[in-house]
């Protein structure tokens, strides 16, 4: 991962691992990231806004 993350959220979704939250407020721009197993990448996720993080 790009972000150092305390108890984030995980999931896994059509192969590809989702990693959401545990990080500072103002890190905004790497609130999620994604991990494709088959490229070996992490990518972050656009933030959502704030509709969806409240």
Do not use: H
């Not at 999931?11 to 990693?19: A, E, R, T």
């Not at 890190?27 to 409240?54: H, I």
């Amino acid at each position: 991962m790009k972000v150092a993350r305390k108890n984030p959220v995980a999931g896994i979704v059509d192969g590809k691992i989702y990693v959401m939250g545990g990080c500072k407020a103002d890190e905004t721009k790497n609130w999620a990231e994604v991990f494709d197993p088959n490229t070996q990448t992490w990518e972050s996720l656009p933030d959502p806004g704030p509709r969806l993080l409240c």
